[in-house]
T-cell receptor
Framework: GENVEQHPSTLSVQEGDSAVIKCTYS??????FPWYKQELGKGPQLIID?????GEKKDQRIAVTLNKTAKHFSLHITETQPEDSAVYFC???????????FGAGTQVVVTP | SQTIHQWPATLVQPVGSPLSLECTVE??????LYWYRQAAGRGLQLLFY??????ISSEVPQNLSASRPQDRQFILSSKKLLLSDSGFYLC?????????????FGSGTRLTVV
């Protein structure tokens, strides 16, 4: 089955700097890669996703890149703000049933 | 618009007691439904998923079971809770389709078994 590894586990950045989180996946058939943001005590929220036929996608300060050859994808947050502090999860799926395999999560702390 | 409801928000149960967590989705029909557990505030483990009424697939052998008695209702149960069942339980739904798309998660249930 699919295995997703996520790094780093913790990331501290100064407000205004960029944050990058990286994930690798094992199943070359995986074709859908979402990213979720989870605030304390809440359910994860989808923030951006990318499909295997696209190399990069942007939404305001958030971007995701995908390298299918190397089987890794990354989340980039620019001009970080304190409200970006949360746990971020990457995930991968190759499954029409929609089963997602999640990474272990990255705790992002943005300090003013 | 679609919404997902999960309850209760928190639950403290003694070891050996039964469990029933409920999840309902509004504003869509025939969704894929999922139960995940999150331990120690981090990784998400898929427990069960369902693609239709009465159709349940289990991902991990355990002390829990799931049922889907109606199209937009998903229930997580246990006959006798163990200490190891403590965790944050999340229900999610996804629109059915040929290709996967993003989940929408509920707000979760924090279960503490004492």
């Amino acid at each position: 089955g699919e295995n997703v590894e996520q790094h780093p586990s913790t990331l501290s950045v100064q407000e205004g700097d960029s944050a990058v989180i990286k994930c690798t996946y094992s199943d070359s058939a995986s074709n859908y890669f979402p990213w979720y943001k989870q605030e304390l005590g809440k359910g994860p929220q989808l923030i951006i996703d990318i499909r295997s036929n696209v190399g990069e996608k942007k939404d305001q300060r958030i971007a995701v890149t995908l390298n299918k050859t190397a089987k890794h994808f990354s989340l980039h947050i620019t001009e970080t703000q304190p409200e970006d502090s949360a746990v971020y999860f990457c995930a991968a799926s190759n499954d029409s049933w929609g089963k997602l395999q999640f990474g272990a999560g990255t705790q992002v702390v943005v300090t003013p | 618009s679609q919404t997902i409801h999960q309850w209760p928000a928190t639950l403290v149960q003694p070891v050996g007691s039964p469990l029933s967590l409920e999840c309902t989705v509004e504003g869509t029909s025939n969704p894929n439904l999922y139960w995940y557990r999150q331990a120690a505030g981090r990784g998400l483990q898929l427990l069960f998923y369902s693609v239709g009424i009465g159709q349940i697939s289990s991902e991990v052998p355990q002390n829990l079971s799931a049922s889907r008695p109606q199209d937009r209702q998903f229930i997580l149960s246990s006959k006798k809770l163990l200490l190891s069942d403590s965790g944050f339980y999340l229900c999610a739904w996804m629109r059915q389709g040929r290709v996967p798309s993003g989940y929408t998660f509920g707000s979760g249930t924090r279960l503490t078994v004492v």
